[in-house]
């Protein structure tokens, strides 16, 4: 008898503030302009697009369309939504740059 796999979706793994920040760093950590687009989604949809849209302002369909995969979200509309999931940047010196 086949086993029945079923897809994996990340967001249902974001429970915690902990949890959003790791997987942030990570997705921030790859320089992948695509790949943070996504993550960033991926924590939209575990806390809730319907919310993250209120606040933002902006769309629900702009915003999966902006934080898919194949989006390219203006930093405009990335500051909102990290603002809206209470996530925040932070700058330091890249070691393997000295």
Do not use: C
């Not at 902990?18 to 997705?27: G, K």
């Not at 992948?32 to 575990?46: K, P």
Request: no cysteine; net charge negative; aromatic share 6%.
């Amino acid at each position: 008898m086949a086993e029945k796999l079923y897809d994996y979706d990340p967001a249902e793994d974001l429970t915690s503030d902990q949890a959003v920040a790791v997987f942030m760093t990570e997705a921030l950590d790859t320089n992948d302009a695509a790949y943070i687009a996504h993550a960033l989604g991926v924590v939209a949809r575990a806390k809730g697009m319907t919310g993250i849209s209120r606040e933002t302002g902006l769309a629900r369909e702009q915003l999966y369309r902006s934080l898919s995969e194949n989006g390219n979200p203006t930093l405009e509309t990335t500051l909102a939504v990290l603002k809206a999931l209470n996530v925040g940047l932070t700058a330091h010196v890249n070691k393997s740059a000295l």
